[in-house]
């Protein structure tokens, strides 16, 4: 019989005293790709906000049978990783400062590196762009980048870590196909290690 991994029990989002979202039930197992798929206005955005603890949650989201909170941090903390459709990332430092903070929360000891040894920083997330086979430059500003760059920034930043879960939503929006494919290859790779992917969006044949 297979481990449930990640389970969603009666889960479900409000907006002021409407719910957005009625009892959405999930289990997903070790290295499944489990797809969500519905149309704008469906309550998919709900899922991510009510997880991160954006919008008020009911329910429980449960791992290897111990419930966590709704909040972004500690769902980082049980490395569950969210990349939601607009990146969120620190606009006004590089894309190497961006990596290193994603790494130093997993691994505080990095953030000294930075400190002593620049170099040895930026021949780390260099060394981890081109694992990823992405096309960015480790010292340009995150501003300076398109929305495609930055998107493909968020998925080096999420799979790199090798998190438990990775929860991408609409994550296919606004980048090219070379793009796209490249994702799948990590989404691959991510299951090959077996870990999980919940993957939300509203293009059925990306589901596939």
Do not use: C
């Not at 049980?78 to 620190?90: A, D, F, G, T, W």
């Not at 790779?189 to 509203?202: A, F, L, M």
Request: no cysteine.
């Amino acid at each position: 019989m297979e481990e449930v991994f990640l389970q969603l029990v009666n889960f479900s989002v409000k907006d002021q005293d409407y719910k957005i979202l009625k009892n959405l039930n999930l289990e997903l197992q070790r290295g499944e790709i489990f797809a969500i798929v519905g149309q704008d206005g469906s309550g998919k955005n709900a899922i991510i906000d009510g997880l991160i603890g954006k919008l008020p949650a009911e329910g429980r989201i449960i791992q290897l049978g111990i419930s966590l909170p709704f909040n972004l941090i500690e769902l980082k903390k049980s490395k569950i990783e969210i990349v939601n459709q607009k990146p969120k990332l620190l606009e006004n430092m590089s894309i190497s400062q961006n990596l290193l903070l994603q790494f130093s929360f997993y691994n505080k000891k990095l953030n000294f590196l930075y400190l002593y040894n620049k170099n040895e920083v930026y021949k780390l997330t260099e060394k981890v762009i081109k694992e990823f086979n992405a096309n960015l430059k480790p010292n340009k500003k995150v501003k300076e980048l398109t929305l495609e760059e930055k998107k493909n920034l968020a998925f080096i930043e999420a799979f790199a870590v090798n998190p438990n879960v990775v929860i991408l939503y609409e994550p296919s929006e606004n980048i090219s196909l070379t793009s796209l494919k490249n994702l799948h290859s990590m989404i691959k790779r991510h299951k090959s290690e077996g870990k999980s992917v919940i993957y939300i969006t509203k293009q059925w044949e990306d589901a596939l």
